[in-house]
């Protein structure tokens, strides 16, 4: 029997900071396990935007960037930031660029616990964690809406508005998304984060969609927690999690919670989904660009690796997807540990290893 053998066509996007070398190190795992599967390649495009190219044309991306990106089957992206650049300029300029422009409105962070890692959590070793954070990626309090003025009436007489967006459309499909996914769990559990007690409109407006769609899924247990008594929950009681689903805002800041519990935002992956596929989805860990380990060949490149896991599975290769998993695991195991995490192994003799165990 011929095997069918496909070709993926990928943005990659190292950007800024330790960026680089994680997708380096991602792209050589991948292209390692595509090798000895035999069943497909990747083609890897490779670009050049960030905050070094900011610098240089004023832009983070080409004009025409989204048009570039359109027809990739995915973008694998590193990390965003400079400390000569603005934050919000860097952000909004090329990795909030492509996910709203993209309408890349699911963002899935899982938190996984690994061997060997250590978490600050006490007894964690002794648990079953593993769970997921469901992030709302268009709107919310990221919608970008807003603005300054009255800046004319003189020093500190400035006006800024920041106005958070919940549509009842956004919502609900977001939330179905999290319910779909608890399906496929062993625990099947939706937990909805709101803060409906303060924020009158929009959380209310969430609240209720959640109670309208939970009805649909009479097989998936839920809870409607507050977004502080969720920060309790994740430290006190994260066996019992299972999906988080939250907003914009709340999602980013648990899943960096979660992250951290676990040991390290080093290990975090996440995937920006279109989950209809009318565009391109983008993988990247969830670090930041860490101007000061940059260049030193430390970089913890797990997150970013298990970001191409998670890529793996958005094309249905769930079972090479389990293999990174594993090698992951195996080479923690063995004691193959970045400083950020109790070691001193290099980048180089993390991804060694990890292909090794592949």
């Known amino acids: 029997m011929t095997r069918t053998h496909r070709t993926f066509r990928i943005a990659s996007i190292p950007a ?11 792209r050589a795992v991948l292209d390692r396990l595509a090798t000895t599967s035999g069943e497909y390649q990747f083609e890897w495009v490779e670009f050049p935007w960030g905050c070094e190219y ?7 991306m080409d004009t025409d960037g989204l048009d570039r990106l359109r027809d990739f089957d995915a973008i694998y992206f590193g990390a965003v930031g400079w400390p000569d650049v603005p934050d919000h300029v860097s952000l909004w300029g090329l990795r909030l660029a492509i996910t709203q422009g993209f309408d890349q409105w699911a963002n899935v962070r899982p938190v996984r616990f690994h061997p060997a890692v250590a978490s600050p959590l006490r007894g964690a070793e002794d648990k079953n964690l593993d769970w997921v954070v469901v ?21 500190g007489n400035e006006v800024a508005l920041q106005t958070a967006l919940f549509t ?21 559990k939706v937990s909805s984060v709101t803060k ?47 999906v988080v689903v939250a907003s914009n805002l709340n999602a980013d800041i648990l899943s960096d919670l979660g992250s951290a519990l676990a040991g ?3 290990l975090a992956a996440s995937a920006n989904l279109n989950p209809e596929r009318r565009f391109p989805s983008m993988f990247e860990p969830v670090h930041g660009s860490a101007p000061d380990i940059a260049g030193q060949a430390v970089a913890n490149p797990i997150g970013a690796i298990l970001s191409g896991a998670l890529m ?12 990174v998993h594993k090698a992951v695991d195996t080479a923690l195991g063995g004691g193959i540990l970045t400083r950020d995490i109790g070691g001193s192994a290099d980048t180089a003799r993390v991804v060694a290893a990890i292909i090794d165990a592949l």
């Open 54 to 60: 900011y610098r240089s044309t004023g832009r983070m």
């Open 264 to 266: 390290s935002l080093g």
């Open 168 to 188: 009842e459309k956004g919502c609900e499909r977001i939330m179905r998304f999290a319910f779909d996914l608890a399906r496929t769990r062993p625990h099947r």
């Open 312 to 323: 793996l599975e958005h094309f249905g290769l769930h079972d090479d997807a389990a293999r």
């Open 135 to 155: 992030r709302e990626n268009s709107e919310g309090e990221y919608a970008g809406l807003g603005g300054r003025n009255l800046a004319a009436r003189g020093p």
């Open 196 to 242: 409906s007690n303060a924020q009158q409109y929009g959380m209310v407006l969430w609240d209720e969609v959640f109670t309208r769609v939970s009805d649909d899924y009479t097989d998936v247990e839920t809870e409607s927690v507050l977004v502080d008594a969720m920060s309790a929950k994740f430290v006190l009681h994260p066996e019992e999690l299972s």
């Open 16 to 26: 800024d900071g330790v960026g680089t070398e994680v997708v380096a190190a991602g």
